[in-house]
């Protein structure tokens, strides 16, 4: 199998090689990508309860027994943990999977959009938005659909244009972590509820999100992004079936196997009521948070986002925030491409514009590897130390 030939875990920028021990003189710190990987150790940890061993006649066949795509036990589950964790209402809903939350989120598109009005739906986003909103309806736009970019300039015309929209929400937030509400009501808006932050290792739960169509990913829950496995919360059944029949013209629906390795993942997590990994996730992410407001609390040149604490019904506390992403400002009025600021110091971020926002923002990923995180953390003290000895 070509997999033997590669590393036995990711490694991180600075090393290569078939064990990662190769160090690379003058690496960049790599922020860029949201790669999930500081849940890793986790899962070396549960190495054995976790594991997949599939037989090679195994699921061969195209459809369950119930001639169906999805995977019963697999859709309980989720249930299960929705109700467990307490960030999502699933009684009377209906659930559909694709491959990660991109694929559904494009059959959201599609089924959102009327296939009968003079004019396409109008896509919008509050700024700063996840970039793959844009692409993807760019890329599939159609007669049905069309990206708009902005939400704001539609919130006052809502109540007397009959113009259709359908605005996508993220909560938390990617790029800046905050907790998105919808912009845009009336009749001719509906909503697509990216909730893929939603977890506690990233936000506290202060309340069940009763959306109309919610999606969520295995990617950012367990971090297995490589599985490519998502799903979508729905309270219409038109809505429902028209995403079905996405998936089924599309990709036939997920991969099996992809299936069974979320299943296995998932009774991993719901053995320990989820206090396991969810405690592990949120010290993680909470204990980088700190650090790195820490490393930049001396600094006048960047600043990063600010969010406020709150009551998590999971963890039935006050907790602090703890984002999946830093989002942070150069201050100074000359410095517009932060970006490129640094860069020089050897940092690696994702640009402002890329989330149509101002470059004088960069999106900085805390999710990788510790590796990665320390990384950015010692270019980061290089370049506060550099601040310090110019004032
Ligand atoms: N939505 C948001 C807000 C994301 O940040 C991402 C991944 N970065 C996705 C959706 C897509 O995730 P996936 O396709 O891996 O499920």
């Not at 936000?203 to 999606?215: G, H, K, R, S, V």
């Not at 410095?335 to 999106?363: H, P, Q, T, W």
């Amino acid at each position: 199998l070509d997999d033997e030939k590669q590393p036995l875990c990711e490694c991180n920028t600075c090393y290569s090689g078939p064990d990662c021990s190769q160090f690379i003189p003058n690496c960049a710190a790599d922020a860029d990508e949201g790669d999930p990987l500081f849940l890793e150790p986790f899962w070396i940890q549960h190495a054995a309860n976790s594991a997949v061993l599939v037989a090679g006649w195994h699921r061969m066949s195209y459809s369950y027994n119930d001639k169906t795509v999805i995977s019963k036990v697999l859709e309980k589950h989720i249930r299960k943990l929705h109700s467990l964790v307490g960030n999502a209402v699933t009684e009377d809903r209906f659930i559909i999977f694709g491959t990660g939350s991109t694929q559904v989120i494009s059959a959201a598109v599609h089924a959102l959009s009327p296939d009968n009005a003079s004019s396409p739906a109008r896509v919008v986003a509050s700024i700063p938005y996840y970039s793959l909103y844009r692409e993807q309806t760019d890329y599939f736009e159609s007669m049905h659909f069309k990206f708009e970019g902005d939400a704001s300039p539609w919130i006052n015309t809502t109540n007397t244009s009959s113009t259709n929209l359908i605005e996508f929400v993220t909560s938390p937030n990617n790029p800046d972590g905050q907790l998105n509400k919808a912009v845009l009501h009336g009749p001719y808006v509906k909503a697509i509820h990216d909730l893929a932050y939603y977890w506690p290792h990233f936000t506290p739960i202060p309340a069940p999100a009763d959306e109309d169509l919610m999606t969520f990913t295995l990617s950012k829950l367990t971090g297995h992004a490589g599985t490519r496995f998502g799903w979508a919360v729905i309270k219409k059944k038109s809505v429902y079936e028209r995403m079905t029949m996405h998936m089924e013209l599309n990709t036939m629906g997920v991969s099996r196997d992809s299936q069974l390795r979320a299943l296995k993942l998932l009774k991993v997590i719901l053995e320990g009521k989820g206090r396991e990994i969810f405690e592990f996730g949120y010290k993680t992410m909470k204990a980088r948070w700190e650090i790195l407001n820490q490393t930049l609390s001396l600094s006048n040149r960047f600043s990063l986002q600010k969010i406020p604490p709150q009551y998590c019904t999971f963890f039935q506390e006050f907790r602090e925030s703890s984002p999946a992403y830093a989002w942070l400002k150069c201050e100074r009025e000359e410095e517009k491409d932060c970006y490129a600021v640094l860069k020089a110091a050897n940092i690696i971020g994702r640009r402002g514009y890329m989330f149509s926002a101002e470059d004088r923002y960069v999106r900085l990923s805390m999710i990788k590897s510790r590796d990665d995180f320390d990384a950015l953390i010692e270019r980061l003290k290089e370049l506060v130390s550099e601040e310090e000895s110019v004032v």
